[in-house]
């Protein structure tokens, strides 16, 4: 069994930042992917950011040059530093983690049940 925990939403001024993390347990050995997506109100789920064993990484143009996603495999968490946050990035950001093929997910993936960024002044 797999759990996520996602931790460090909140509210934040435009232009302000936060830190997302997210914790996971079980049995996560085999499981080199990890991506943070968010779903606004009345929007589909949409991917954020997702990094690979070995660092590879990917973003959504939206959030290129503001956010960083990282891991620290020893303490098994995610962590998504979002910088210059904008209205439009209001959003519940949610964590997966999973097997990753460089392009796609594959196999069983696992979802936090989110936490919620809200960017307003």
């Known amino acids: 069994q797999v759990q996520l925990a996602e931790s460090g939403g909140g509210l934040v001024q435009p232009g302000g930042s936060l830190r997302l993390s997210c914790a996971a347990s079980g049995n996560i050995f085999s499981m080199n992917g990890m991506g943070w997506y968010r779903q606004a109100p009345g929007k589909e789920r949409e991917l954020v950011a997702v990094?690979?064993?070995?660092?590879?990484?990917n973003y959504a143009d939206s959030v290129k040059g503001r956010f960083t996603i990282s891991r620290d495999n020893a303490k098994n968490t995610g962590y998504l530093e979002m910088n210059s946050l904008k209205p439009e990035d209001t959003a519940v950001y949610y964590c997966?983690?999973?097997?990753?093929?460089?392009?796609?997910?594959?196999?069983?993936?696992?979802w936090g049940k989110g936490t919620l960024v809200t960017v307003s002044s």
């Open positions: 997966r983690l999973g097997m990753h093929n460089d392009n796609n997910w594959y196999g069983v993936t696992y």
């Open positions: 990094i690979i064993h070995g660092g590879r990484t």
